[in-house]
């Protein structure tokens, strides 16, 4: 990985290249697209929102009025929603170039999704888990395919609950984040080492974006963290959201980017910065763990990754 003072302005052209974008309508993931777009890739808007989708496309439209750019609803948190999602993308594309699993949600009350699952957990990995998986065949058919999985530096003060995934026994709200942003970085490690058994070409990649001024701290429904976080932290702590998305724009489309790497900002306690090589936990690199995480992943969602042989 090469990439000092690296800026979106180094993002090589993406003509021909589709790029799909979790939670795109805000944040970090309109920045991402709007990005991915100025060098000519098709950016589908993977959104719960649709009509937040297309006034976010618009918005980018407006200033770029020939990008290739789709709308498409996806409730990471509903595992229905998400199979509706990839059928609706195996009828309509080819081939996917690159997945950014960039969605999330941030210290909610408890609550369960559809099918039972703690929703922080079920949006932010289980949601992305089976995305990945029902979009494998397209990936695989894509060019320099890339799966970009979106982390946290939160990820290493973390375990996962495998005695009580649902908050039932006890919940924390930053807690189970932390979990779920864990879970994160345990999903990319261990797909990458599945993909490199398999010897595939897509590449499993990490990005976190430091401490970032985004929405994800401000819409939080605990209002404890939003004044903490969104109030005090963001306008004293955090760097730009243009600046917080390098690492994920870096993972998804440098050709310095290498399987299985964390992409974090290079400052102090990867904070803020241009793109480096970030430290992963040593959870997140267990190989124990990845195995455990993908069994209950499965177990989870039902969603079997059948083009890849388990890891030894």
Known sequence: MTADGWTEERIPDLSGRTFVVTGATSGLGLVTTRALAARGARVVLAVRDEEKGRRAAAGIAATRPRVDLQVRR??????????EFADRMHAEHRRVDVL?????????????SPQGHEVQFATNHLGHFALTGLLLELLLAGRDPRVVTVTSV??????????????EQGYSPMGFYNTSKLANAIFGCELHRRLSAAASPLRSILAHPGYTATNLQTSTTTPIWRILLGRIGNPLLAQPVD????????????????PGQLVAP???????GHPAPGKLSAAATDPDH?????????QATGVRFSSLRPSS
């Open 74 to 83: 996806v409730d990471l948190a509903d595992l229905d929603s998400v199979r």
């Open 243 to 258: 600046h917080g998305a390098w690492p994920q724009l870096f993972a998804a489309t440098d050709p310095t980017a290498r």
């Open 154 to 167: 939160n990820h290493r003060r973390a375990r996962l609950p495998f005695a009580d995934p649902t908050g």
């Open 266 to 272: 290079g400052g102090p306690a990867e904070l803020r």
């Open 290 to 298: 990845g195995r455990r995480l993908w069994e209950l992943s499965e």
């Open 100 to 112: 950014i699993n960039n969605a999330g949600v941030m210290a909610p009350p408890r609550t369960l």
